[in-house]
């Protein structure tokens, strides 16, 4: 499976914006990129996915960059309870014919008051 | 009504016990998967199961684990004799589709002392 990266932690403010950046330049043309976030003492959590054009929901925005190679969670204004880590994972049960997900460490993001 | 519900939520054992934990999706799922993560770590998966049958299963799930469906709406992990490195949040997940998102139930927190 193509890895991801992304940074450990990140702060921002309540009711800013936060982008949450991740990199996956090894991408192939079959993988999803999908975000997970895990709130303390849960389990993760769907946020958005999507393959390649920007995604908008609810809970998020997803914009994916031209070639694919990296992507950013943006979530519109912060909340105290958006505080979580936040999982950037590709997933192509297509081509390797499992749909588990291997998580990474993601970015832990710390809402400020 | 969350999608996965999982019992208990938290479970503690003395070494060499065996533990049941157990996981009740809402819909009828032929497909489950578990998932752990130890304390500070990352999420990690640990089988997938498919009408009735293990379909994958990863290092980490040896002898001391197996999975069963016992009255086809429920799933169950068990541990034989459980070690105090099976300290840790278990998870159970639907798989989710090509293009639609898994639900992740809130975890047992298995403590073997």
């Known amino acids: 499976d193509a890895k991801t990266t992304q940074p450990n932690s990140m702060e921002s403010n309540e009711e800013e914006p936060v982008h949450l950046p991740c990199n996956h330049s090894t991408i192939s043309g079959t993988d999803y990129i999908h975000w997970y976030r895990q709130l303390p003492s849960q389990g993760p959590e769907y946020v958005i996915h999507g393959l390649t054009s920007n995604v908008n929901n609810r809970m998020a925005s997803l914009a994916i960059a031209e070639d694919r190679k990296s992507s950013t969670l943006i979530l519109h204004r912060a909340t105290l309870r958006d505080a979580a880590v936040y999982y950037c994972i590709l997933r192509d049960p297509f081509t390797s014919g499992t749909y588990k997900y291997i998580f990474g460490t993601g970015t832990r993001l710390k809402v400020l008051a | 009504e969350p999608e996965v519900t999982q019992t208990p939520s938290h479970q503690v054992t003395q070494m060499g016990q065996e533990v049941i934990l157990r996981c009740v999706p809402i819909?009828?799922?032929?497909?489950f998967y578990w998932y752990r993560q130890i304390l500070g770590q990352k999420v990690e998966f640990l089988v997938s199961?498919?009408?009735?049958?293990?379909?994958?299963k990863s290092e980490i799930f040896d002898d001391q684990f197996s999975v069963e469906r016992p009255d086809g709406s429920n799933f169950t992990l068990k541990i034989r004799s459980t070690k105090l490195e099976d300290s840790a949040m278990y998870f159970c997940a639907t798989p989710g589709g090509m293009n639609t998102e898994a639900f992740f139930g809130q975890g047992t927190r298995l403590t073997v002392v």
């Open positions: 819909s009828n799922h032929l497909y």
């Open positions: 199961f498919y009408n009735n049958e293990i379909s994958e």
